[in-house]
């Protein structure tokens, strides 16, 4: 486990300022990067889609 060394001053920029956000990708973003690595697992040699 890592150790929390910097969670106070995260804490405090968080509190004073709106430079540290919490986001997520959308749907669509994930559906595309799901889309891709499929396209490269496909395209691997010996990919076997029930080995995975």
Excluded: C, H, K, N
């Excluded at 890592?2 to 669509?28: C, H, K, N």
């Excluded at 990067?33 to 395209?43: K, N, Q, T, W």
């Excluded at 010996?46 to 080995?51: K, L, M, Q, R, V």
């Amino acid at each position: 486990m890592l150790e929390d060394r910097d969670g106070e001053l995260v804490r405090q920029l968080r509190a004073e300022s709106d430079f540290i956000v919490e986001t997520a990708p959308s749907p669509t973003v994930l559906d595309a990067v799901a889309e891709s690595f499929g396209e490269i697992f496909a395209a691997a040699p010996g990919f076997s889609p029930g080995a995975v």
